[in-house]
């Protein structure tokens, strides 16, 4: 699900990394498949597993961040928004009231596998 954990002291966030692409065949399964992920980060984020596993993240703000490698940014860009969009109106994820994060967000970045 995730492929690592990292803090970010200066911005005090826990971040959950996940690594997409390069990807083969249909780009909608591979977005069905990212959104799995993602709900999972949110999930072990507001039930206190990340906070379990890493009691340094317990009340920080949680950034589920997706590293995409070799994939098309408008198309990314564009679900990740409306997915963000459409869990912020969700009861059941939101950071508010949690004894376990205080903030829960998301990035993107692009970047290209160097070529050998």
């Not at 906070?51 to 994939?71: H, M, N, S, T, W």
Request: glycine fraction near 8%.
């Amino acid at each position: 699900m995730v492929n690592f954990i990292a803090f970010n002291e200066a911005r005090d966030t826990c971040e959950m990394v996940l690594v997409e692409g390069p990807w083969d065949g249909d780009v909608e399964e591979h977005l069905y498949a990212l959104q799995d992920r993602m709900f999972g980060c949110l999930n072990a984020a507001l039930d206190g597993h990340l906070a379990e596993q890493f009691p340094e993240a317990k009340g920080k703000a949680v950034v589920v961040r997706i590293d995409c490698y070799d994939l098309p940014q408008g198309e990314l860009e564009a679900f990740v928004a409306r997915f963000a969009d459409g869990v912020a109106i969700l009861p059941d994820y939101s950071a508010e009231g949690s004894p376990f994060v205080c903030m829960l967000g998301f990035e993107i970045g692009f970047y290209t596998l160097a070529n050998e």
